[in-house]
C-alpha cells in the first residue's frame, strides 16, 4: 500500500518569525508502522523546530541504522541529512560538528544503535562534548529484524514471542550523565507536551544534549508482559521536573511566586523554566539527578523530564581553541603556508 | 684475511637495546655523512616494545645513488648490546670491522679471524667523566659516534654544526655534547689507525636533495593541501603521519589575530571512529583525513563502503606493515593492496595512490584532497613502513603557489538559484561524476539526503532494480573518468627495444636502479615502470602489451599488484611473473636481480645503452 502526502494545508495556519508554518518542517510521507512512538518524536521535532523559529537547512539531521535511524527522512525535509552505518553516527556527527561549528545538529538513533553496537561511540562523543541534540527513540526492540530484545529491554520482561530478557538494562541517561553530557532528560513519545519544551531547550543548549526518549513498537514490542509498552510506560511514568522553555528575547508575561519555578538560563539567552514539583531533585546537580533517577527506578518508575543541565561547561570547539569561522569556509589562504615557508622547512631537513 | 676497501659504499649497522636514546646519535651520525654530500639512506629496524629489547640502525652509504638496503652483511658493526652481541659479531662481512665496548671482555668463542676488532672501553669512560647514571647511558652513543668519526674519516666540525642544530635553544647541553665527541675521536685517533681501509670522504653527490622521512612528508602534504579536520587512532608505523600534521599546524596553521586554530584533530576512540570523523567533515564539505595501519584497514572498510557508495570525499593514509592480523607490526610489506582496492563489502573499488619517496608523499598527499573532492570519494596513500618511518634522501619538497585548491563539483547559493533541477546523484556531465552541495547552503534548492542504501538520481531512497543498476553503472563510469586525473605511471626505459618489462611500486622504486645496473652486468636490458596510481590507466596496458614477458614486484606473500593487474586488465597470468619478498624486510636489487636472471626468457646482449626517466 502506497500513500501520498497531502500538499493541502489550511491557508491560515500559524506561521513562525520566519514566515513559515509548521508544514514547513515536516518530512516524508513515514513508511513506520502506523502508531509507531518515533513518529510522534518526529513530530514534536517539527513543532520544536518551527517554534524557534530555526530555518531548517541550518540544521543537519544524521543518525544509523534501524527503524529510529530511518526516522529523521520524516522530519526536517529542508535539512540536509546522513544516514551513516549502524551505531556509527557519533563518529560521523563528530567530523561533521569539526566541519562547520555554525549549524545545529541533530542525532536520531535507537536503542540497538546506540546501546548496542554503537555504545563506545556514544560514550565517546557524550565525553567530547559536542554541539548537538542526541535522541534515542528507545523502544527495547530490534523492529527492522523483527523483535529480538534490545540491550534497554528490562530484564525478565519477554518479547513478544516469549522469550525472556535474561540480561540487565543499560540505561542510557545514566550513562550519559556519568560521562559528562550537559544535558539530559527523558521523555515518552505518548507526551508531547514534555516533549516539545524539551527538544527545544536542548537544541539550544550549546554542548551535548542527550534525550533518551521511550517510544513503544507497536509492532513487536506492545504486549501485555513488555516493559516499553504504551499502556506499561503511562502506567510507570513520573514526570519529575515539569521545565517550560522561554525562547530568547521573549517578553516574560507570566509571574511567578517565589519557589514557584526555577530558571537555567542557556548559553543563547534562552530559558529553561523549572516548575517546583513534588520530585525535588536538583537539576543542576549531576549526583542528585543519579539518585533520583535510581531511586525511581527501584520503585518501578520512569523519570521522566529534564534531568541534568549545566549550560556553563565548555564544548568541543572551545577545548579544542577551534576558530569561530567554520573549518569548511576557509580558503587556500588561510590554510596553505606557501612556497616560501616550504623552503624553510626544506632546509630543516639539510 | 685483507680488509674491505672503499671510499662512500659501505653498510654500518648499530646494535642497541631499545630506549637507550640512541637514536638520536645514530641519526647524527648518517646526517653528517649527508652533510659530506654523499648519498645516506638509514633504517631503523625495531621492535614493537618500549624499553629493553634489541634494535638495530642500518647506515647504507653509496655514492653511487644505491639507496635501498644492501643484501648481506654490514661491512661494520658497532655493537653495544650485550643480548645480540654473539648474532652481531657473526653477521660482520668477512674483510670488514666489529666495533665494541670493551669494558666487558668478549667471549672469546665468538672471536672471528676474519674481521677487525675495535675495542674501546665506552663503559669505563664514561664511569669515569659522568656521575649521573642517565648521563652515562646517553652519553655512550654520543662517544661512539666521536670514534666512528675518527675511524671513517668524517669531518668534525661537520658532527658539531649537528650539536648546534639539535641544540639550538637549549646550548647548555653543546659543550658536553661536543665533549663526548671529542673523547671519542681522541681514543680512536690514539687507539686505533685512522681512518679505516673503509672510509668516506666529502663529495657533491646530494645536491638540494633533503634527508626527511615520508610520514613528515605526508603529513606536511595534508597541511599544503588544505587539511583542516582530522579524526585518527594511534597505531604504528602511521602514527606519526598525523603528530606532523599537527605539529606543523601548530606552527602554521593558528590565526594570527585571534589565536584559534584553523584545525581540528580528535583523536578517537578506535579506528572506526576516526574514518567517520573523516567521513563526517568530507560530507559537510571540509578537507578531512585519516591514518592508519593494517588492522585499522580493516575495521575502517565497513565506512569505506559508505564513502565509496554515498560519494563522501576523504582521505585515508595507509602506512602500511606486515600482516596479516597484529603481524609484524614494526617491520615493512605492501600488503593491503588487494584488500584496499577493493575495500569493503558489495561491488567497492578505491582509488590508490602509491608514493615511492618523501616527495612524492608530499605532493600524493596534497594532491589527495583535490582528488577526493573532484571524484567524490575516498582516496587512499599506499605509504609502507620502510617509506613512511625511515628518513630517505629525498627531492626537495616543492609547492606552486599558483596552484590553487580544486574543490570539485560544488554548487553554491548562488548556482543553486540558476539551477532549474538539481539531483545529487544526476549525471549532468555525463562522466559519472555528479554535483553536490554542503549542509547549510540554501534554504530550499540542492537539500538532498546522503545514506548508504540505494536511491535514485535525486537521493531518494528505492529499492528498484533498474534504478539501482543506474547508479552501479555511473559508479562504474566515474571510476573510469577517475583515471584521467590520476598520476600517471613513470616509464624506466632500457631504449633497448627490450621484449622483457618490470613493473614495480612504492618502495621497490628505491631498489631499480641498482637492480637495472646489476642485470646490465649480465648483457639484460629491460624496461621499466613504476605505477602511481588505482585504477589503471592506459600507459599501463600499454607497458604490458609491449612485452613478452613482465615481471611485477610486490613487497607481499600473494603478488597483489600482479594480481590486480590479471584481474583488472584481464591479462594472461603466464605473462606476469610473480617477484615477491615479504619477510618484514626491504627488498632488495640483489634480490629482484637474482630472480630476473633465473627467470627470464630473452637472451643477454652485449650492448651498453644510456637509460632515460620520464
Request: negative net charge; charged residues 20%.
Amino acid at each position: 500500500m502506497s500513500f501520498l502526502k497531502s500538499k493541502f494545508h489550511h491557508p491560515r495556519l500559524a506561521r513562525n518569525e520566519l514566515g513559515l508554518t509548521h508544514r514547513d518542517y515536516e518530512g516524508s510521507l513515514s513508511t513506520l508502522c502506523a502508531g509507531c512512538g518515533h513518529d510522534a518524536v518526529g513530530a514534536a521535532l517539527v513543532q520544536a523546530v518551527f517554534e524557534l523559529s530555526i530555518p531548517a537547512h541550518k540544521i543537519a539531521k544524521l543518525s544509523g541504522i534501524g527503524c529510529s535511524s530511518k526516522a529523521p527522512t520524516y522530519f526536517l525535509n529542508q535539512s540536509h541529512g546522513f544516514n551513516t552505518v549502524h551505531g556509527r553516527m557519533p563518529s560521523v556527527a563528530t567530523g561533521a560538528g569539526m566541519a562547520n561549528r555554525s549549524l545545529k545538529y541533530i542525532g536520531m538513533s535507537g536503542d540497538g544503535d546506540t546501546a548496542s553496537i554503537g555504545l563506545g561511540q556514544f560514550a565517546h562523543v557524550v565525553r567530547r562534548r559536542l554541539d548537538m541534540t542526541y535522541i534515542v527513540a528507545n523502544n527495547g526492540v530490534y523492529g527492522l529484524t523483527k523483535g529480538q530484545m534490545a540491550a534497554t529491554a528490562e530484564r525478565g520482561s519477554t518479547t513478544k514471542k516469549g522469550n525472556k530478557v535474561l540480561w540487565p538494562d543499560i540505561d542510557l541517561a545514566t550513562m550519559a550523565l556519568e560521562l559528562g553530557a550537559t544535558f539530559v532528560a527523558r521523555s515518552f513519545s505518548g507526551d508531547k507536551e514534555q516533549m516539545v519544551p524539551l527538544l527545544k531547550a536542548a537544541i539550544c543548549h550549546e554542548g551535548f544534549a542527550f534525550i533518551d526518549i521511550i517510544s513503544p513498537c507497536v509492532t513487536f514490542n506492545n504486549h501485555a508482559t513488555s516493559t516499553r509498552s504504551y499502556d506499561y510506560v503511562r502506567e510507570h511514568v513520573q514526570e519529575g521536573l515539569i521545565a517550560d522553555f522561554v525562547p530568547v528575547a521573549s517578553d516574560i508575561t507570566t509571574s511567578y511566586g517565589e519557589g514557584e519555578s526555577n530558571d537555567i538560563c542557556l548559553h543563547d539567552g534562552s530559558i529553561i523554566r523549572l516548575h517546583k514539583g513534588s520530585n525535588g531533585f536538583d537539576a543542576r546537580d549531576r549526583q542528585s539527578s543519579l539518585g533520583a533517577i535510581h531511586k525511581h527506578r527501584e520503585n518501578g518508575e520512569i523519570l521522566t523530564g529534564l534531568l541534568y543541565c549545566d549550560p556553563t561547561y565548555r564544548d568541543m570547539h572551545d577545548i579544542l581553541n577551534t576558530t569561530e569561522t567554520p573549518l569548511n569556509s576557509l580558503n587556500e589562504k588561510e590554510l596553505c603556508p606557501g612556497a616560501h615557508t616550504l623552503n624553510g622547512i626544506n632546509n630543516g631537513f639539510r | 684475511m685483507a680488509s674491505i676497501k672503499s671510499v662512500n659504499e659501505c653498510v654500518i649497522r648499530f646494535a642497541n637495546t631499545n630506549g637507550t636514546g640512541s637514536a638520536s646519535a645514530n641519526s647524527m651520525f648518517a646526517k653528517a655523512i649527508f652533510r659530506m654530500g654523499i648519498p645516506v639512506s638509514p633504517a631503523n629496524i625495531f621492535p614493537s616494545n618500549i624499553q629493553g629489547m634489541s634494535t638495530w640502525y642500518d647506515v647504507r652509504v653509496s655514492a653511487k645513488d644505491y639507496m635501498a638496503r644492501r643484501e648481506g652483511s654490514p661491512d661494520i658493526v658497532v655493537a653495544m648490546n650485550a643480548q645480540s652481541m654473539a648474532d652481531d659479531v657473526r653477521n660482520v662481512r668477512p674483510g670488514g670491522f666489529l666495533f665494541y665496548d670493551s669494558s666487558r671482555q668478549i667471549d672469546p668463542a665468538l672471536m672471528r679471524q676474519d674481521i677487525t676488532f675495535l675495542g674501546m672501553p665506552i663503559s669505563e669512560i664514561c664511569l669515569r667523566e659522568y656521575q649521573a647514571p642517565n648521563l652515562r647511558q646517553l652519553f655512550k652513543n654520543v662517544i661512539y659516534v666521536g670514534a666512528l668519526a675518527a675511524l671513517l674519516d668524517i669531518d668534525f666540525s661537520v658532527l658539531k654544526g649537528l650539536v648546534a642544530d639539535q641544540f639550538k635553544g637549549k646550548e647548555k647541553l653543546v659543550a658536553p655534547n661536543v665533549h663526548a665527541l671529542e673523547l671519542g675521536y681522541q681514543y680512536a685517533t690514539t687507539h686505533f689507525s685512522c681512518p679505516l681501509s673503509i672510509r668516506l670522504e666529502a663529495t657533491d653527490k646530494v645536491g638540494s636533495r633533503i634527508l626527511i622521512d615520508g610520514n613528515t612528508a605526508t603529513g606536511l602534504g595534508a597541511v599544503y593541501g588544505g587539511a583542516t579536520v582530522v579524526g585518527w587512532y594511534p597505531i604504528t608505523p602511521s602514527t606519526s603521519v598525523v603528530e606532523n600534521f599537527e605539529k606543523y599546524c601548530k606552527r602554521l596553521r593558528i590565526d594570527p589575530a585571534s589565536g584559534k586554530n584553523n584545525f581540528a584533530i580528535m583523536q578517537a576512540e578506535d579506528e572506526l571512529s576516526a574514518i567517520g570523523i573523516a567521513i563526517g567533515a568530507g560530507w559537510n564539505g571540509a578537507r578531512s583525513f585519516t591514518a592508519t595501519s593494517g588492522p585499522g584497514i580493516s575495521l575502517m572498510s565497513e565506512f569505506l563502503g559508505l564513502a565509496y557508495f554515498a560519494e563522501v570525499p576523504m582521505v585515508l593514509v595507509n602506512v602500511q606493515r606486515a600482516g596479516p592480523s597484529t603481524g609484524m607490526p614494526t617491520r615493512t610489506q605492501q600488503s593491503d593492496v588487494m584488500t584496499c582496492a577493493y575495500a569493503s563489502h558489495g561491488d567497492t573499488k578505491q582509488v590508490l595512490l602509491f608514493p615511492s619517496s618523501p616527495a612524492e608523499c608530499f605532493n600524493m598527499s596534497a594532491q589527495a584532497f583535490d582528488l577526493a573532492e573532484q571524484l567524490q570519494t575516498p582516496i587512499i596513500l599506499m605509504s609502507d613502513l620502510d617509506l613512511g618511518m625511515n628518513d630517505q634522501l629525498s627531492d626537495a619538497l616543492t609547492w606552486d603557489d599558483k596552484q590553487s585548491y580544486d574543490r570539485g563539483k560544488v554548487l553554491n547559493e548562488q548556482q543553486l538559484d540558476e539551477v532549474e533541477q538539481f539531483g545529487r546523484y544526476l549525471d549532468v556531465d555525463g562522466d559519472g561524476i555528479c554535483y553536490r552541495t554542503y549542509p547549510g547552503t540554501h534554504p530550499d534548492k540542492g537539500i538532498f539526503f546522503t545514506r548508504g542504501t540505494s536511491r535514485d538520481e535525486f537521493a531518494i531512497y528505492t529499492e528498484k532494480g533498474d534504478e539501482y543498476v543506474k547508479n552501479m553503472q555511473r559508479l562504474e563510469r566515474k571510476f573510469e573518468t577517475a583515471v584521467n586525473y590520476l598520476p600517471q605511471p613513470i616509464l624506466h626505459p632500457a631504449n633497448s627495444g627490450s621484449r622483457t618489462g618490470v613493473i614495480y611500486y612504492g618502495m621497490s622504486d628505491v631498489a631499480i636502479t641498482e637492480t637495472f645496473d646489476l642485470l646490465a652486468e649480465q648483457g639484460h636490458y629491460i624496461d621499466g615502470m613504476c605505477i602511481k596510481s588505482f585504477p589503471f590507466g592506459q600507459p599501463v596496458q600499454d607497458f604490458i602489451d609491449a612485452h613478452d614477458q613482465v615481471f611485477v614486484i610486490d613487497q607481499n606473500r600473494e603478488g597483489q599488484m600482479r594480481k590486480l593487474l590479471i584481474m583488472e586488465l584481464e591479462q594472461n597470468p603466464a605473462k606476469l611473473v610473480k617477484v615477491t619478498h615479504y619477510d618484514g624486510m626491504p627488498i632488495t636489487a640483489t634480490f629482484i636481480s637474482q630472480f630476473i636472471l633465473q627467470n627470464i626468457i630473452a637472451t643477454p646482449v652485449k650492448r651498453n645503452t644510456k637509460r632515460t626517466g620520464s
